[in-house]
């Protein structure tokens, strides 16, 4: 399939299959749908937990959030990253952007993971060891959201690097 050429002034990359990206797209909404309609039990019992005194649903209390927003921050980082060009291209720097919008992100679970696994083992040595189970729990999530968060940031930067050559050549 051939595409277009981009100029230098232009701030476009050609896709190489404009409908796979709009089938992706679609799939990120509802993934995010999925994962955020799953993590509201925790969100929500974990508060609720804690309310009433429980400080073992603190981990559940904290992730729980934390990991609805940032899957909100990343369905909405790649649309964002998506749309504001043409059907068959994708803009350079929207791209730049969105992978600092994922760095940020990715930051943000990074030290979430951290404090939580503080938490829980400050805990664990106090001999409250569901603190520990709680935090193990929501800190998968959280770690499947990091590495998730990884993976699309290494495409969106494979896709800013062949754009690069596609240029060059």
């Known amino acids: 399939m051939e595409t277009s050429p981009v100029h230098d002034r232009d701030d476009r990359i050609p896709l190489p ?10 799939r990120t909404i ?4 999925v994962v955020v309609g799953l993590l509201t039990g925790f969100t929500a ?8 005194g429980e400080t073992p649903a603190l981990p559940f209390a904290i992730g729980g959030p934390v990991a609805q927003l940032a899957t909100i ?3 909405a980082t790649v649309l964002w990253a998506r749309s504001g060009t043409g059907q068959a291209a994708v803009s350079r720097s929207r ?16 030290v979430v993971l951290a404090g939580l696994a503080g938490l829980a083992l400050v805990r664990a040595l106090g001999g409250d060891y569901w603190t520990l189970f709680t935090a193990s729990f929501i800190g998968l999530i959280l770690v ?26």
Not at 45 to 52: C, E, F, K, T, Y
Not at 144 to 169: D, F, K, M, P
């Open 95 to 110: 791209l730049v952007s969105a992978c600092k919008a994922l760095a940020g992100i990715r930051l943000i679970l990074l």
């Open 73 to 75: 921050a990343l369905v």
């Open 144 to 169: 499947l959201l990091h590495r998730g968060t990884g993976r699309i940031r290494r495409g969106i930067e494979a896709t800013v690097s062949r754009g690069a050559l596609h240029r060059a050549g």
């Open 30 to 33: 509802w993934a995010g749908i």
């Open 45 to 52: 019992g974990g508060i609720a937990m804690l309310a009433a």
């Open 17 to 26: 299959d404009p409908a796979a990206a709009r089938r992706s797209a679609r």
